[in-house]
């Protein structure tokens, strides 16, 4: 039945396309400006031919327009970006006082720990590099962005220097207001000379920002799009209070266009959350049943997406 309703609609454009076409030869002919009085049978076959071609160019360039599945799933995906405050505001193209000329990054490593019964975002970050720069370097730039309006004052924030064990000082660009994006420094302790190596590791805890989110599917990002000088390795994990049945991971660029990767994260089902001992404090009472680990070597400095579904 489809094959019948599809042969009768293509028939149906030839037809039309042959009647349009004796219409302009009449008409010209009529007035003159042409005689088609030779045109013949063989001109009529032609006419045909050329109508039959054109309707197959038709069929190729609406297949060619038409989005197959996985196109149709990232459309799906950016419209969820949308409504998702944080990520977009991650992906967004960064202003010029976050970017970061001066370092290049040997491993990002970022593990989000999502408990929804508690509300409360955590995270914590690993960043090993050197300053690849010809000048000294007193800070690494950072920003978070949030699916919920937050003061600095609200958060909890802790860095470290991995070398030294030293805290070190985390200074904010706006401290009182509420703002989805928190612009910061993380100070070294003493300035990075040229070619100097840096470990830094660093806890973040967010209160009630999973409140914003779905407990259901949900996605989570990282953003590398602020980093100019090379970056060797992403580690992006989550640990989840639940065992996902359904995981994808995206990339979006600063064009807001995303695509499909071919990284495929591995899922571990665990009850242990790997953190420094010094964070261990900010998580009392929470409890993890998986975690989802991604690595990529050599990644881009894009957007980062995981996508998981309980």
Known sequence: MEL??????YGKWIVSIVAAIFAVMEFLEYFGVFSFSGFGIKGIISLF??????????IIYEKSQTPNDAQ?????????ITDRIGVLKSSEKP???LMDSQHSIALFERMDILDYSTNDYMSYRIINGKNDSKSNSPFLKYKESTDSKTSAKELIIKAYDLKTGKELKVEFEEKEQKVYVHKFKIMFTTPLK???EFSIIYFIKIPNELSQLSDNEEMMSVSLNRFEKKIEKLRFGVYLDFIPVQIETFLRNQNSEAEIIDSIPELDETGEVAIDERFKIFMDNISIKSKIQLDVEKPKKETYVIYYRK
């Open 72 to 80: 149709n799933r990232i459309n799906e995906i950016n419209e969820k």
């Open 95 to 97: 202003d010029k006082d």
């Open 4 to 9: 019948l309703k599809k042969a009768f609609k």
């Open 49 to 58: 031919v050329i109508s039959i071609i054109g309707i197959i160019c038709k």
């Open 194 to 196: 040229p070619q100097q």
